[in-house]
């Protein structure tokens, strides 16, 4: 049964640039969210999707946009790259909304913004 | 606002001792409570939830946390700790079912001595 998956592991950019992230959700599940982490912090909520759709978001600026397909997978694109940004970013999925639902995690994308 | 304090930034215990992880929340009606660990260079692992019931919840690995409404806090235990419990642990809630987002602690930082 395969897990979470997000790629790329690793991306080293620079300001101003534009990066797009990719997450395969566990099978089965049908909701995605996306949080950030910095180092040494918890993560914070950027957005979660479920039918397509961005139903709640964080704190995050405009900058910050996602993407839900038909499968489920998910894309989180940031434009305007700032040296803040440079951060883990995780990709969880659960089945339905809800804040009750258990949230599956993959192993994060690592954004270094030089 | 939602919000969640993890009053411990490291906790060092020796092997095979008991270890209790801390974690207060702001006051709301209706909470869901889960406590996820992280290992090095990976993601967010789910250990335990509290959805509803009993206030005593057990989890993987061992670890068990107790919900406390009056004082709400929602603290992880474990009576024996392994070296293989390294990791920083993160306590986090959710509002309700119509909130999707989870709020997080800064987590805690456990660490086996020898």
């Known amino acids: 049964d395969a897990g979470v998956t997000q790629s790329p592991t690793h991306l080293i950019k620079t300001r101003g640039q534009q990066v797009t992230l990719r997450c395969s959700p566990k099978s089965g599940h049908d909701t995605v969210s996306w949080y950030q982490q910095a180092l040494g912090q918890g993560p914070q909520f950027i957005f979660q999707?479920?039918?397509?759709?961005?139903?709640q978001r964080g704190n995050f600026p405009d900058r910050f946009s996602g993407h839900q397909f038909p499968n489920y997978s998910s894309e989180l694109n940031v434009n305007a790259l700032l040296l803040g940004d440079s951060a883990l970013y995780l990709c969880a999925s659960s089945l339905r909304q809800g804040g009750n639902q258990p949230q599956h995690f993959g192993d994060g994308t690592r954004l270094s913004i030089l | 606002a939602q919000s969640v304090t993890q009053l411990d930034s490291q906790v060092p215990v020796f092997e095979e001792a008991p270890v209790e992880l801390r974690c207060n929340y702001s006051?709301?009606?209706?909470?869901?409570l889960f406590w996820y660990v992280q290992y090095p260079n990976q993601g967010l692992q789910l250990l335990l939830k509290?959805?509803?019931?009993s206030t005593l919840v057990k989890g993987i690995n061992g670890f068990e946390a107790e919900f406390n409404k009056s004082q709400t806090s929602f603290h992880l235990r474990k009576p024996s700790v392994h070296i293989s419990d390294t990791a920083e642990y993160f306590c986090?809630?959710?509002?309700?079912?119509?909130?999707?987002?989870?709020?997080w602690g800064a987590g805690t930082k456990l660490i086996i001595k020898p």
């Open positions: 986090a809630v959710s509002d309700g079912v119509s909130n999707y987002q989870l709020i």
């Open positions: 006051s709301s009606v209706s909470v869901y």
């Open positions: 509290y959805l509803s019931g």
């Open positions: 999707y479920y039918e397509e759709e961005e139903r």
